[in-house]
């Protein structure tokens, strides 16, 4: 047999060996009820009942969250509350009970903050709504607050492209900032 065939096998044997030899370290008894489906988050602050988790919620030591967010449990360990945003998509939120670590899919809000701006130009105008898909078409979930000639309203919406108009001093007009009209 060749040098480099027996240094090739030595090697493999040695690497077999060692990746076969270390175990996994898990608990007898799982203290998750049934499978632990992922958690979306809310918008900045998000609450989860250990029970809808944990058979004993008492047994939790710890939590510890992803980069971006805040973990705090209460004191009685029935509500972690996490706060903040995820800097992906998706990530791992680690709960402590019984001296074992146990992983939960966390996915980011699919919402954000949105503002609408309005530039009322010349003429008066005493009002402005907006109705649309994200509001359920109703004028008064949105109404605009005036500052100086810019009607402005806040709000939160789910990712995506929306159908609306603004209802101006009571008149449905599309929104003349915006060249996508249907």
Known sequence: MSNK???FISIALALMLTGCSSSIEAPEDSQIVGLATPITLEFEETEIISADYFIAPSRIDSVTAPAGLQASLSPDKEVITL????????????IWAGGYAYDFLLKRS???EITMTFEQGSGSV???K???EMNNWNPNATVFEKNGDI???TMLVNEGVYQYVLVIDGQEMPDPDNPNTV
């Open 5 to 7: 065939a027996l240094k």
């Open 83 to 94: 706060s903040g945003s995820l800097q992906s998509p998706l990530d791992v939120l680690n």
């Open 110 to 112: 699919s919402k954000q």
């Open 126 to 128: 005493n009002s402005v």
């Open 130 to 132: 907006m109705k649309g």
């Open 151 to 153: 009607w402005e309203a």
